[in-house]
């Protein structure tokens, strides 16, 4: 006998970032031990368990770094328990919570000690969290970066959400300060880029009109408000050199000005969510409130240009935005489509929607996929190399899937706290059946959710990983469609030298 393992997955078809490839892989200490060709561990070493994964599909666990679980104040909408076991169930393995809708808001070395004494011992999978950055916490920025945040969150446009003190979106000059000061320790910002200047007056008008249905919502978010606020905040990384990351992007217009900067140099992400990828404006003037969020869903032409800068490598990675409510916000009598809650809750159903759409139906390489979920926002985030790639000496983070199953969504299959979803009675032919999180299973088909494994990640404040890792998903992309992105090795993080703004910052004088 060999080698002693705690586990062996045997047989599976495992995807590596090299492609699909059937293999056996050796677990020890949470840890993945070895990656071996397919039957070759089985019998020549003891596991103390074995899983036959023979026919199903083995993929690093999802790295889902936009959920918002409410806590505190706010678990009733969502909190660490539920939302983390529906992200368990859906094959994700990792995620960074946003630092809104809970109250206070994480804006704060407070704020966020009490948000992690919460998550403490309640989540089902690992996770870490990001700070945010409001008008008036340019000074608190440095404490959250010490205590590990992933980065820096910001909005553009108003938040929305409930309660004093609630996360506030932020004005062009505080968000320059805010960037020169997060540049200046190596942070990295996350934006909700929507005008606000062109969102609140459409808003304001349609309201005056009565406007209120599903169709004069997204008439009030047009493309060019998320076009408008991404050209700003690319001038102002520009100016900063503020590492800049885009949150759930609507538009494959937004992808392309955003792919045009990273060729000037700037060091900068995006990333866009299933939602975007699966549903039109359309399906949302249909479904209702379920399938409200902000920016709003938009027609199938974009949605398919967001797939085609996907194969090629364009859109750095896919999140969730789980950013659900209580159910009456969403379908209370007489509630307008715009008095709804903007936020979709899809935190279970990311892989599985890309597996289908993605891989099933466009012929997106698993691989792509992978990239897209795990690798590229574990490496973005700075939780590479522990999270994101079936790799020896990595977590051994695993979603196993059934490719060979046929279930349309329930209201019941969910583990989220509130079953409101747009993607109930939607078909799959695709399942998770088990998902496992440093070697432990976290949720196994039958035998549901294990909770409260899941331990808290800091990723160092210095920790600045350079834009060029994500290249091996433009590679890929290239590989598969010849039209991928090109980016200089180094290209970053040398070209970028802050200039002088053109204008003073909020009365202080540019160093
Ligand atoms: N406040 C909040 O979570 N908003 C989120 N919901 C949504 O649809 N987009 C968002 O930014
Ligand atoms: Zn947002
Ligand atoms: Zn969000």
Not at 69 to 83: D, I, M, R, S, V
Not at 106 to 115: F, P
Not at 153 to 175: C, D, Q, T, V, Y
């Amino acid at each position: 006998m060999g080698e002693r393992y705690d586990l062996i997955i045997k047989r599976g078809t495992v995807v590596l970032p090299s492609g699909a490839k059937a293999a056996d892989i050796a677990v020890k200490d949470g840890r993945i031990a070895a990656i071996a060709a397919a039957g070759s561990l089985d019998g020549a070493c003891e596991a103390a368990e074995t899983i036959d994964a023979d026919g199903l599909l083995v993929m690093a666990g999802a790295v889902d770094v936009h959920v918002h679980f409410n806590e505190p104040k706010f678990g009733h909408w969502e909190g660490f328990a539920t939302g983390s076991a529906a992200l368990a169930a859906g094959g994700c393995t990792t995620y960074a919570d946003m630092p809104l809708n809970g109250n206070p808001p994480t804006v704060d070395a407070g704020a966020l000690a009490l948000k992690a004494s919460l998550a403490e011992g309640a989540s089902a999978v690992d996770y870490a969290f990001w700070g945010g950055l409001v008008p008036g916490n340019a000074d608190r920025l440095e404490e959250l970066a010490a205590a590990g945040v992933v980065g820096f969150k910001a909005f553009m446009s108003n938040p929305g959400g409930e309660g004093e003190g609630r996360f506030r979106e932020i004005g062009r000059e505080a968000l320059r300060e805010g960037m020169r000061r997060i540049a200046a320790f190596g942070g990295l910002l996350a934006l909700h880029a929507e005008s606000e200047a062109i969102t609140s007056r459409l808003a304001a008008k349609f309201a005056d009109e009565g406007r209120t249905g599903a169709r004069d919502f997204a008439a009030s978010r047009p493309a060019v408000a998320e076009l408008e606020a991404v050209y700003m905040a690319l001038e102002l990384a520009a100016e900063t050199c503020c590492r800049l990351h885009f949150v759930h992007i609507s538009t494959p217009e937004a992808i392309d000005m955003i792919t045009a900067a990273k060729r000037r140099g700037i060091d900068v992400t995006a990333e866009t969510c299933p939602h975007y990828l699966t549903l039109t404006e359309d399906d949302m003037a249909l479904i209702g409130p379920a399938a409200k969020c902000a920016p709003p869903l938009r027609g199938e032409d974009r949605l398919e240009g967001l797939w085609t800068r996907l194969l090629e490598g364009a859109i750095d990675l896919v999140a969730s935005d789980h950013s659900p409510c209580p159910e009456a916000m969403k379908t209370a009598a007489g509630l307008s489509f715009i008095d709804a809650w903007g936020g979709i809750a899809g935190a279970q159903n990311t892989l599985e929607l890309m597996l289908e759409e993605g891989w099933r139906k466009r012929g997106v390489p698993l691989q792509l996929l992978s990239a897209a979920l795990s690798a590229n926002p574990a490496r973005r985030f700075g939780l590479y190399p522990r999270k994101g790639e079936i790799a020896e000496g990595f977590d051994a983070d695993l979603a196993i899937i059934d490719p060979n199953r046929t279930y349309a969504l329930a209201r019941e299959d969910l583990y989220h706290r509130h079953k409101h979803s747009p993607y109930i009675g939607r078909r799959f032919t695709c399942k998770v059946v088990r998902t496992l999180c440093r070697g432990k299973t976290v949720y196994a088909e039958g035998a549901g959710v294990t909770s409260g494994g899941g331990v808290r990640l800091t990723v160092p404040a210095s920790n600045v990983p350079a834009v060029d890792a994500l290249d091996a998903q433009a590679a890929l992309g290239a590989a598969h469609l010849s039209a991928g992105l090109t980016r200089t090795p180094g290209s970053a993080s040398q070209q970028c030298r802050p200039s002088a703004p053109s204008l003073p910052v909020n009365g202080v004088q540019p160093s």
